[in-house]
């Protein structure tokens, strides 16, 4: 009889639901949702101290070297990978992975999906503004910028329409796995 003779107790988040739990630290009613298994035992979210796993904190500046890591691997190996004959389309695999470990190596060995999205665009970039470059580079002098731009437009938009398209998705696909 006791039992129904004591006050509802609500959960300090939701205080629609009632429970029995306390944090056994501060001691505020803490909801099963709420509940942080501790080798203490339970507590509530701010006594628990949860942070991420310091593998998966990633600062901006982490992000800025990444960034400026898989551009430069990724261009080069853009401006490099249409001379390797017959092999070219595994080239462009190879630069994938290339590119992945490149920022992953400049992130310190962070990982996450912010890190995995910035090897793919790296990636994409790299293998579509090398051989753009290449054509701006080698057009004849006598042509004016603007057609020179559009020269390195369409060396830039051909490989995605052809088999060069699913490797380079491919190749992003992988850099970003390496960071996963």
């Not at 507590?43 to 960034?67: D, T």
Request: aromatic share 8%; glycine share 8%; net charge positive.
């Amino acid at each position: 009889m006791a039992s129904s003779d004591a006050p509802a107790v609500f959960c300090a988040a939701h205080p629609t639901v009632e429970t029995a739990l306390r944090c056994g630290r501060c001691d505020v009613p803490i909801c099963p949702r709420c509940l942080v298994q501790t080798p203490v035992g339970a507590r509530c979210a701010s006594c628990a101290r949860l942070r991420p796993h310091p593998l998966y904190e990633v600062h901006p500046r982490h992000y800025l070297r990444a960034a400026a890591a898989g551009l430069g691997v990724a261009l080069a190996g853009g401006l490099v990978v249409p001379f390797i004959p017959f092999f070219t389309l595994f080239a462009i695999l190879f630069l994938g992975w290339l590119t992945g470990e490149a920022v992953s190596v400049a992130a310190n060995r962070k990982r996450g999906r912010g890190l995995a999205l910035v090897a793919a665009a790296a990636t994409v970039l790299g293998a579509l503004g090398g051989p753009a470059l290449l054509a701006v580079a080698t057009a004849p002098g006598a042509l004016p910028w603007s057609a020179r731009l559009a020269l390195g437009l369409a060396a830039t938009t051909a490989p995605l329409l052809s088999l060069w398209g699913v490797f380079i998705f491919l190749a992003a696909v992988l850099a970003a796995s390496r960071l996963r």
